[in-house]
């Protein structure tokens, strides 16, 4: 699974958002050392438990999958810093040992309102 086109994200986040779902955006919005994706890399968290994309898979994407069930909890966007050493990077069978920062950002039918309101 590869990181999402744009057009692809505005589709699907319009889709859930007509059902009345939330749904956490995740965005690498920075990387230091070896990291399994590179700035920009987006990830679709669906309150219903599925996603679309990626931001590195493995251990990262579950930390994240966590931080984004919070933040659809809480409806706040938050900056995460996520570690990879390599020493946890050996222990998952990763290659990695870098350090990502993602923004998990909520996006809901409000959220569209304000969008459509800017153009």
């Known amino acids: 699974m590869g990181t999402i086109a744009q057009a692809d994200l505005y589709r699907l986040i ?3 958002n007509e059902r009345g779902e939330r749904v956490a955006v995740a965005t ?5 050392g070896s990291t399994p994706q590179r700035r920009g890399a987006k990830m679709l968290f669906f309150e219903n438990g599925e996603t679309a994309g990626t931001v590195g898979g493995g251990c990262i994407e579950a930390e994240v999958w966590a ?6 909890r809480k409806g706040t966007p938050a900056l995460h810093q996520f570690k990879l ?5 050996s222990e ?21 309102e304000v969008m459509s309101d800017e153009r």
Not at 92 to 112: A, L, N, P, Q, Y
């Open 67 to 72: 931080e984004a069930r919070e933040a659809l």
């Open 92 to 112: 998952e069978g990763m290659v990695c040992g870098g350090t990502m920062e993602i923004f998990i950002d909520v996006w809901d039918e409000d959220r569209k």
């Open 28 to 32: 690498v919005a920075h990387t230091r």
């Open 14 to 16: 319009n889709e859930a």
């Open 85 to 89: 050493t390599a020493d946890e990077a």
